[in-house]
């Protein structure tokens, strides 16, 4: 008991450490190590392994690719793509950082070929006039909200992060939060892109094709395509930028990068006309803290109020907090400026102690020390308006209000230059810091009152069961709009991001794992919860497919562009049902839904776990789990 209340003060004294450490990096801009080259070859790119930011796929195993390309032109990319496909060699995609949680990246066997966008990352054209916006798609969202400001533009939605790239974050569906407009998707805001994919022997083994909203349906299919169609490419992606009230004054930017060689452009205007633009929107933004009584009640027509609404949820603590964010009048004064805290450079150290202490209240069961370090982490964050200020220094009070894109995406911990690993993003693998899981999914609308209350009453049953996720700022819940693409969001719904512990050793069970279980089985089989293609363990994809309407028109598409199948692997034909045996089980685990509904299975009451959720139930579903 001694040691426990110890531990505890130490992982006190330490948060605040943290927290003070976060202050002072935002204001002396202390340097953090960035993450490393997640590709690392033995020679000059040849006989390569991958893997994703985190250091680690569900199934814990490093990829393999015989070589690795690095394109910097689209005539580069392919002549790339058309060998491969003579050579009849898998391929893949590779982004700078490599994001997403599922092993989507990964090239089948030892011999595939990785083909890298870091050099495809130029914004090629600003079209004022038509609202456009072309970029080649190793661009990351912090270029394109950049370079989009400077030109006095927004896209309107985005993610949190600013790391991801376009390819990537098209490929997996990335979101932001609103139930306005087009919603909070990015591919929705795609107006355009080109894919290149294998072609036959008249198309010279390459084929592009040129997609827009007027030529082709087919761009529904390539607007989320898990990356298995086929590379998106050079001049891919008109983003429709969205102005905010009034007239724009018209203005064409081209970019430094000359376009004269760009094929596809000739003809093309050129001429540089300058004119004065729109100013950028303002929000406004205030974090509102309530008891999580009548959440249920409240979460459709919050999101329906304000245009960026988003929750974060602490069951443990009967809590939510509602993010009311609004377009204000550019009159309006602020220059809030949004730099996430979980995603800042934090000292190494710090970060070893808090993974220590959660590692010993995992293998010591100690539920009352999560709950208090829950506590601890969520109060600091709320208090320090989770890393919003009101001038770029200080956060003096609410409302934040500031230009679009200085508040809609951050992540400063991926910029600075090499400090001996001082200081690192939070999950850099070279260091001892976060190891988690996050489970992902979209539970429309029309039900989601009654899953939130599902899972109240499974905390009201185990009432320090969730502080685990809160250690981790609880629930993050964002809304998402009912899409075009073909694996695109089926209804309004509201998505769920859940993070939590995940112990290093794969034999280990982590703290209420039954109830973790629960409540992605309810998410996933009782309110038919579609997943997040680019987070979570493969019990969310468990007979995914099935819930999409277009599903079968996307994997008519897919045998067009990719008949051989060189842009797929084991992992996307499990997920998109091409491989007869995850279909045989999913319907078996039909079945299985929380315990206090009848036919219940849980951890707890049926077999043994492991720290990655699998379930050893010593049953047929055995196969569908392995890989989670
Ligand atoms: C810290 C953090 C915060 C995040 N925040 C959000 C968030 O707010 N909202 C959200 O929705 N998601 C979020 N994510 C998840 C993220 O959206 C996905 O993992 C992401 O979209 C991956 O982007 P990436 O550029 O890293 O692509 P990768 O993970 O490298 O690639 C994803 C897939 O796309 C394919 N691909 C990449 N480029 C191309 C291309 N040019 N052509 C064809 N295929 C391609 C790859 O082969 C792979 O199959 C977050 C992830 C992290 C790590």
């Known amino acids: 008991m001694q040691l426990m209340s110890i531990l505890k003060r130490m992982e006190i004294f330490l948060r ?33 392994t991958i893997t994703n930011s985190y250091g680690t796929f569900p199934d814990r195993s490093i990829c393999q690719a015989a070589n690795v390309a690095y394109p910097t032109t689209e005539e580069e990319l392919i002549s790339i793509v058309a060998e491969a496909t003579r050579a009849r060699r898998k391929v893949k995609v590779a982004t700078r950082y490599s994001h997403s949680i599922p092993k989507l990246v990964c090239p ?9 966008t870091n050099y495809l990352n130029r914004t090629l054209e600003i079209d004022v006039q038509s609202m456009t916006m072309s970029v080649e798609s190793g661009v990351s969202l912090r270029q394109l909200i950049n370079e989009a400001a400077k030109a006095g533009l927004a896209l309107p939605y985005s993610p949190y992060w600013w790391g991801l790239t376009i390819g990537g974050l098209l490929s997996t569906g990335a979101h932001g939060s609103t139930l306005w407009g087009k919603g909070s998707a990015i591919h929705d805001y795609v107006v355009a892109l080109t894919i290149v994919s294998p072609g036959g022997s008249k198309d010279g083994y390459a084929k592009v094709r040129r997609l827009n909203e007027t030529n082709s349906s087919e761009l529904d299919a390539a607007r989320v395509s898990l990356g298995v169609l086929g590379v998106i490419s050079k001049r891919a992606i008109d983003i429709d930028i969205q102005y905010t009230k009034g007239d724009c004054h018209l203005q064409h930017f081209v970019t430094q990068n000359d376009r004269a060689g760009d094929p596809d452009d000739r003809g093309s205007t050129t001429s540089h006309v300058t004119l004065q633009l729109q100013p950028l929107f303002k929000r406004s933004i205030s974090y509102v803290v309530k008891s999580d009584t009548d959440l249920g009640d409240q ?43 979980p995603f800042r450079s934090t000292l190494s150290l710090g970060l070893a102690v808090i993974r220590a202490t959660e590692d010993t209240q995992e293998s010591m069961k100690d539920p009352d020390g999560k709950c208090a370090s829950a506590k601890l982490i969520t109060s600091t964050l709320i208090q320090m308006a989770y890393g919003l200020t009101n001038n770029g220094l200080v956060f003096t009070g609410y409302p934040i209000i500031g230009y679009h894109n200085r508040l809609q995406s951050s992540g400063t911990c991926l910029d600075s230059p090499e400090d001996a690993l001082i200081t690192a993003c939070p999950w850099d693998s070279r260091i001892k810091g976060e190891y988690f899981f996050q489970a992902t999914f979209s539970i429309s609308l ?20 969730l502080c685990g996720l809160e250690q981790y700022n609880g629930i993050l819940m964002r809304y998402v709009k009912a899409s075009s693409a073909y694996l695109g969001k089926e209804d309004d719904a509201l998505d769920f991001d859940i993070t939590f512990y995940r ?19 309810l998410a996933v089989f009782k309110y038919g919860g579609l997943p997040h293609w680019g987070k979570n363990r493969n019990l969310v994809f468990s007979g995914a497919l099935e819930k999409y309407k277009k599903a079968g028109a996307f994997l008519r598409v897919k045998e067009k562009y990719d008949p051989l199948g060189l842009f797929s692997n084991e992992w996307t034909d499990q997920v998109l049902g091409l491989k007869g045996e995850t279909r ?45």
Request: contains cysteine; charged residues 20%.
């Open 16 to 48: 605040i450490l943290l927290s003070t450490s976060c202050l002072l990096l935002v204001v002396f801009m202390v340097d953090c190590s960035p993450p490393e080259n997640h590709i690392k070859c033995s020679s000059a790119n040849t006989n390569c």
């Open 108 to 116: 089948d066997g030892q011999n595939g070929l990785l083909i890298s």
């Open 299 to 341: 979460v459709a027509s919050f999101g329906r109020q304000h245009e960026f609404a988003d929750i974060s949820w602490y069951p443990s603590q009967g809590k939510a907090v509602y993010r009311v964010d609004d377009r204000v009048s550019s009159n309006t004064s602020g220059n809030g400026l949004y730099d996430s805290i």
């Open 446 to 465: 029309s039900v989601v009152k009654s899953f939130i209350q599902d899972v109240q009453k499974l905390v009201k049953m185990e009432p320090r069961a």
């Open 503 to 521: 112990n290093k050793d794969p034999a280990k069970p982590r703290l209420y794992e039954d109830i973790l279980e629960e409540i992605e089985q």
């Open 584 to 628: 045989k089980n999913l319907s078996r685990r039909k079945g299985m839904y929380p315990r206090f509904y009848s036919g219940a299975v849980t951890a707890r009451d049926e077999g043994s776990v492991t720290a990655d959720g699998l379930v050893v139930l010593q049953t047929q579903n055995q196969e569908l789990l392995n890989n989670q």
